[in-house]
């Protein structure tokens, strides 16, 4: 694959009409959330300066991404966009309730954990219905186009909403910006209500083309539609392997998030400014990854990239927590975002590209569930960690257990050959069926 027919991939996906509406929509309510993000982190600083209450709305934005074992078998009973409607009105209306409460002189520091709780339990009804909607709507050699243009604009989107966030706090407050992003979420609703999807694109679980051995998920109960996750991703040498790393990783990396507030606070001796500028960095490098990652992919194993994105991510984090200056510090976030970018980009890809289109809700939420379900403990931790611990040590810590991660799985026979197992489906020899168990270690890489 050459450069341009990365960039001609782009443009074919954006020709389908359902991809480019659901695209569009995303695109413009994830600039509200890049506002969301920053102001509700801010916030929390402002009211209460406490880095164990950084935490406790750290864990309530991701504890409910345990429910999408749940969610995830819900998708694949209900229609996905009306699940995704739903739940864009639904948050609209939470994300609005924080600039009501405060125009009745009724907000309170609780208030801001419990709008995160509730705004990502909703969350995690959309997210799951979004991933398992797309392969639908596009062409089975055209779904790593899809994601990649996905999260090239959620992460280009953030870069402007990151680095405008700290600016329009300065000179409009706070407020606004829960407006602003309510009403993105309105935008969403609009774009989702004009797509055309026949019924099998909508709930694949009623379509007569069911293959054979899934046809009964039309008359199973909630609980087997549970265990067939489960049992999908049993059945996968690859995702048993990869998912306790993804479960390991969610836990180190939960003081980024938690801490920075209190890092540009209390080691830059900064302002809302500078934190929007860091989170402005590492999006800027996950843009830069989305972007490179089909070629990156062409001309390297799927294998190396991935073990070695956990290196350099590790080492880059070291490098953070090690210098004070800003430009270092600045790329070294880069750096970060542009290899997590990459990473997700081709496991995403991997998983749609293996599960069955009935069973991809499923699969999805039990996956999501597994690997995020460390993340609150991750980051209550930090929260923790971060009133008795300087800082730098808890930042370079997590870096240096990262990389040291990565070159175990690069080294152990058993770790390495999952990824060998994923380069064979990524390559092409995948079909809709669940994979047959390999033998990990007899792949070399």
């Known amino acids: 694959m050459q450069e341009k027919s990365v960039f001609a991939g782009y443009a074919g996906v954006l020709r389908r009409r359902n991809f480019m509406l659901l695209w569009a929509g995303q695109t413009v309510s994830w600039f509200g959330d890049s506002l969301y993000l920053i102001s509700l982190l801010w916030l929390v600083q402002e009211l209460t300066g406490s880095r164990a209450m950084m935490g406790a709305v750290a864990v309530c934005r991701t504890a409910p991404q345990l429910l999408q074992v749940l969610t995830g078998a819900l998708v694949d009973r209900w229609d996905r966009r009306r699940m995704m409607l739903y739940a864009d009105l639904g948050r609209a209306g939470i994300v609005m309730s924080v600039p009501l409460l405060k125009a009745a002189g009724l907000l309170q520091p609780w208030h801001l954990p419990a709008v995160a709780l509730l705004l990502a339990v909703v969350g995690v009804l959309f997210y799951p219905a979004r991933q398992a909607l797309t392969p639908a709507i596009v062409g089975k050699d055209e779904i790593t186009q899809a994601n990649s243009l996905m999260t090239l604009s959620q992460q280009l989107v953030f870069v402007v909403g990151y680095a405008v966030a700290g600016l329009m706090i300065s000179v409009i407050g706070i407020m606004p910006m829960f407006t602003i992003d309510s009403l993105t979420f309105m935008v969403s609703v609009g774009a989702i209500a004009l797509l055309k ?249």
């Open 197 to 445: 999807l026949s019924p099998e694109q909508s709930r694949p679980a009623l379509s007569s083309q069911v293959p054979r051995g899934l046809q009964a998920v039309r008359r199973s109960s909630f609980q087997n539609d549970l265990v067939e996750g489960f049992r999908f991703i049993l059945r996968n040498r690859a995702m048993v392997i990869v998912l306790p790393l993804a479960v390991i990783l969610n836990f180190l990396v939960a003081p980024i998030g938690v801490l920075m507030p209190a890092w540009v606070t209390d080691v830059l001796g900064a302002g809302a400014g500078m934190f929007g500028f860091l989170q402005t960095a590492t999006t800027a490098g996950m843009v830069v990854g989305a972007v490179a990652v089909g070629v990156l992919a062409a001309r390297f194993r799927r294998s190396a990239l991935l073990l070695g994105g956990l290196v350099i991510q590790g080492s880059a984090l070291v490098a953070f927590a090690a210098v004070r200056g800003v430009p270092l510090p600045l790329a070294m976030l880069g750096v970060v975002g542009f290899v997590n970018s990459v990473m997700n980009v081709i496991l995403i890809s991997w998983v749609q590209s293996v599960v069955p289109k009935e069973m991809m809700g499923r699969v999805f939420g039990t996956m999501g569930t597994v690997s995020q379900v460390a993340a609150p403990a991750g980051q209550a931790l930090a929260g923790v960690l971060g009133d008795l611990i300087a800082l730098p040590l808890v930042f370079g810590g997590a870096g240096a257990i990262f990389a040291l991660i990565g070159c175990v799985y690069a080294v152990v026979p058993v770790l390495r050959g999952a990824f060998d197992i994923m380069e064979l489906q990524l390559g092409g020899q995948a079909d809709d069926r669940p994979t047959v168990p390999q033998r990990a270690d007899s792949a070399a890489v």
